[in-house]
């Protein structure tokens, strides 16, 4: 089978925040794709974070709803992750209650996140991003690592959805990286 798809390679030497060398986005961004595929977007993304594994982690999981916001207004959506197999990323409201989002479909501590759900999609379909986190060989405790991430939309996806290279950049680069990098 052939898909037919465009895509578009994006590569950031220096980031907004002003880090140099091996600081470099990579980013590969497909474009909406055929009606025939079962895709609908297909974003990833990697980030170097100049922070242990650990802590790198650590924000990834504990405190997804300090660096995951909306988009594009970046307002604080109170993220509640539940790291482990099973468990529940969700939303909740002011007023009590909330909104289901995903679930934790696959967790190897220090190493990778993978969520499965609708997210903020209303329509029939199926979103996954998948968190992998790598760090050069033999430096896998203390040295920087990347931060991989892979977010794609099986069934419809909203028009906002094509916003998503920019929102992962915006969470990452303004909320992510400082919380992992100690300056917030």
Not at 16 to 43: C, K, Y
Not at 100 to 118: E, F, I, M, N, S
């Amino acid at each position: 089978m052939v898909r037919l798809t465009r895509a578009i390679g994006l590569e950031w030497c220096q980031s907004p925040l002003g880090f140099r060398g091996n600081n470099v986005w990579s980013v590969i961004m497909t474009e909406r794709l055929a009606p025939t595929s079962h895709l609908s977007l297909d974003v990833k993304l990697q980030v170097p974070v100049r922070a242990s594994r650990a802590r790198a982690w650590e924000i990834l999981t504990t405190r997804m709803g300090d660096w995951m916001r909306s988009y594009p207004g970046r307002e604080h959506m109170g993220l509640v992750l539940e790291a482990r197999p099973g468990g529940m990323l969700w939303r909740p409201f002011p007023e009590g209650g909330g909104c289901w989002w995903a679930t934790v479909r696959y967790l190897k501590p220090l190493h990778r996140l993978d969520l499965v759900g609708p997210f903020f999609m209303e329509g029939p379909s199926v979103t996954t991003i998948v968190f992998t986190l790598e760090s050069a060989p033999g430096d896998e405790s203390n040295g920087p690592c990347t931060l991989s991430v892979h977010h794609r939309i099986m069934g419809e996806s909203p028009p906002e959805s094509e916003m998503a290279n920019e929102a992962w950049r915006c969470f990452l680069e303004e909320f992510y990286i400082p919380l992992s990098e100690g300056s917030s």
